[in-house]
């Protein structure tokens, strides 16, 4: 029985994966090379924690007992070395992902189950840099992590079908859903999602209509929760743009070709909420940050 999780990178999925298993009572040990982020990371996972004790959802003991299961590093040996399960929640390059899958493979314990949160990067190519190919899978968990129920189970090429149940069963403890998807470029969620995305930008970049009103016409048009554009906002323009290149060129199709609209923009560095400007204006309280946060919020309650 998996009890030890090993999650390296404290961003947003990262510090979201950690408190996710941390909550329903895993050992997790949290990396980053930088130890302000770590610091940053355990704020949020408190204050998440703290607004899940405001809604009753869970006790200031059960809160004080989550915080207590993760511990911090900033170096991967010392943190793996009870590691039944390594989850890469790094940045989505795959230079720096092949790195430390290499890494990983030496350091860890035969035993160990490497994992990655990647949203697009092939799991069978990380596997290839390892000699436990079959122990290798993809975890494509949702953001927000806590929050979210999918999460995308992703089956290598050499992967096992002991390992992608031992996953699955894993996932449902976390009262998440396991879809289990084969790896090919996008998986199922972003090969979808991504070229929905690409074709509002061009629509917006062809003049066709503006970029409320792209948003507008697909919230009431098709029910969805938040409109393209700033959904993109949300993800972050240059993690789309990043994803469109991995499906462009695993397909070898022209349809998956970035706008150049976006290309321009993650350029200029306007990559959405994290930059504080995207499609829309999120550099002081506009109407265009409230809207922004009340989704942020809502998928929270």
């Known amino acids: 029985m998996i009890q030890h999780i090993t999650v390296i990178g404290s961003g947003t999925m990262g510090n979201g994966i950690a408190h996710t298993f941390a909550q329903y009572g895993f050992n997790v040990s949290l990396i980053d090379v930088n ?3 770590l610091s940053k990371a355990l704020i949020t ?8 004790v405001q809604k009753a959802t869970i006790s200031e003991e059960e809160k004080a007992n ?15 070395t009870n590691a039944q399960l390594v989850i890469e929640a790094a940045t989505e390059q ?10 990983l493979d030496h350091l860890c314990s035969p035993g160990t189950i490497l994992a990655s949160n990647t949203s697009a990067i092939s799991i069978t190519r990380l596997a290839a840099e390892t000699n436990r190919p079959d122990r290798v899978i993809g975890m494509h968990f949702m953001n927000p992590v806590p929050v979210m129920k999918l999460v995308e189970v992703i089956q290598g090429y050499a992967t096992s079908q002991e390992v992608v149940e031992t996953i699955s069963k894993l996932t449902q403890c976390l009262e998440k859903i ?4 084969q790896d090919y470029p996008g998986f199922i969620a972003n090969r979808i ?17 503006g970029v409320h009103e792209i948003d507008i016409v697909m919230k009431l048009g098709m029910a969805h929760p938040m409109g393209p554009l700033q959904l993109a906002d949300f993800i972050g323009l240059d993690v789309c743009l990043a994803i469109l290149k991995v499906l462009q060129d695993g397909f070898g199709n022209s ?8 290309v321009n923009m993650v350029a200029a560095r306007q990559l959405g909420i994290k930059s504080g400007i995207g ?7 506009t109407k265009d940050l409230e809207v922004a946060t009340r989704f942020t919020k809502a998928l929270k309650n």
């Open 35 to 37: 130890a302000d982020a």
């Open 45 to 52: 996972i408190e204050k998440n924690l703290e607004r899940q």
């Open 66 to 80: 989550t915080l207590q299961r993760i511990q911090t590093f900033t170096s991967l040996k010392p943190a793996i």
């Open 94 to 103: 795959l230079d720096v992902k092949l790195n430390l899958f290499r890494e």
């Open 178 to 181: 396991p879809v289990a998807v």
């Open 193 to 209: 999602l991504m070229p929905m995305l690409n074709e509002a930008i061009y629509s917006l970049y062809e003049g066709v209509a």
């Open 255 to 262: 349809k998956y070709a970035p706008c150049p609209l976006l």
């Open 279 to 285: 499609f829309y204006d999120y550099r002081k309280n």
